[in-house]
């Protein structure tokens, strides 16, 4: 389940007041990439949108690497938004292992276990590839 593009859009905004920067316009990229490339693949360029609006949500709670991936993933579980969630986990994996990530691991054993976990029950399809290229093709700009 996602929400619709409006309530998407509020939770950003929402979001970017807790923790301002250029994280929020990226975001906005993203999701105008995201659904552009659904339009022209035949996929749903709703859905596609609104994954890539709410990536990198979990910035919400503060500056953060692997923090920001577990703090969106949870915070979007809690809201019932499991597809968004997966795609908080999955944008930052290439491939669904916890060991191919190099950035700084800023979260407690404990929760990287749960982030080992949930991308281990991962099968990707092509919404986690589309907010994967997405992502690492959006600048704040």
């Not at 080992?116 to 704040?140: H, M, N, P, S, T």
Request: hydrophobic letters at 40%; proline letters at 3%.
């Amino acid at each position: 389940m996602y929400p619709a593009r409006e309530e998407a859009e509020r939770l950003l905004i929402e979001a970017e007041a807790c923790n301002p920067g250029p994280w929020g316009n990226h975001s906005r990229v993203a999701a105008m990439c995201a659904e552009k490339i659904a339009a022209a693949a035949g996929m749903d360029k709703e859905k596609a949108y609104v994954l890539g609006l709410l990536h990198d949500i979990g910035r919400k709670f503060g500056v953060k690497h692997l923090g920001h991936v577990y703090d969106g993933y949870q915070y979007m579980k809690e809201l019932g938004y499991d597809e968004v969630a997966r795609i908080c986990l999955t944008h930052s994996f290439s491939v669904p292992d916890l060991e191919v990530y190099i950035g700084n691991r800023d979260i407690s054993d404990k929760q990287q276990e749960e982030i080992r976990a949930a991308l281990a029950a991962c099968v990707y399809d092509e919404y986690d590839k589309l907010i994967q290229l997405c992502d690492a093709l959006a600048g704040a700009d």
